[in-house]
């Protein structure tokens, strides 16, 4: 099955600075990335995904990028503000398949 | 429009007794997923349903049934707890397969003494 690896295990930024998470995957069929944002206590929730045919994907101060032949992809969190402060999740999966295999999660400290 | 929800939301179990965690969502999707949260470990598939009538073994389902009851709803029954079982259960549903997003249930917090 997929193997996905997630960088790091924590990060502590200041406010206003950015923020990069990393991770690979091992499936080269993997065709879909998202990333899950959860905050203490309560639910994963998406707060944006990337599919194979494209290689960059922004919305607003968040962006994900993509490097198929390395096989991993990253999230970017710009103008990092306190309420970003969570535990965010990379996935990875493909098309048809059964499963969503998750990183190990990365908790980010926004330092106001 | 409640989305996806999961009862109950806490619960303690002695070793060896069952329990059904109950979820269901309004959201007409035809996937349906449990998932364990342990820490360190992010969110491993138990068991998935695509659709109405079928089921699916994820990662870790050693331990654990499933019934799709209908589509809205998708129970997780743990037939004789172990304290390996201890762990934070979510449900999820996606329009389709895995590959769409997933919309995750408030969790239920398990632990087994």
């Known amino acids: 099955g997929e193997n996905v690896e997630q960088h790091p295990s924590t990060l502590s930024v200041q406010e206003g600075d950015s923020a990069v998470i990393k991770c690979t995957y091992s499936?080269?069929?993997?065709?879909?990335f998202p990333w899950y944002k959860q905050e203490l206590g309560k639910r994963p929730q998406l707060i944006i995904d990337i599919r194979s045919n494209v290689g960059e994907k922004k919305d607003q101060r968040i962006a994900v990028t993509l490097n198929k032949t390395a096989k991993h992809f990253s999230l970017h969190i710009t103008e990092t503000q306190p309420e970003d402060s969570a535990v965010y999740f990379c996935?990875?999966?493909?098309?048809?398949?059964?499963?969503?295999?998750f990183g190990t999660g990365t908790r980010l400290t926004v330092i106001p | 429009n409640a989305g996806v929800t999961q009862t109950p939301k806490f619960q303690v179990l002695k070793t060896g007794q069952s329990m059904t965690l109950q979820c269901a969502q309004d959201?007409?999707?035809?996937?349906m997923y449990w998932y364990r949260q342990d820490p360190g470990m992010g969110l491993r598939l138990i068991y998935y349903s695509a659709s109405e009538g079928t089921t699916d073994k994820g990662e870790v389902p050693n331990g654990y049934n499933v019934s799709r009851l209908n589509k809205r709803e998708f129970s997780l029954r743990l037939e004789s707890a172990a304290p390996s079982q201890t762990s934070v259960y979510f449900c999820?549903?996606?329009?389709?397969?895995?590959?769409?997003?997933?919309?995750f249930g408030p969790g239920t917090r398990l632990t087994v003494l």
């Open positions: 999820a549903s996606s329009v389709e397969s895995p590959a769409y997003e997933q919309f």
């Open positions: 996935a990875a999966s493909k098309s048809r398949a059964n499963n969503l295999f």
């Open positions: 959201m007409n999707h035809n996937s």
């Open positions: 499936d080269s069929a993997s065709n879909y």
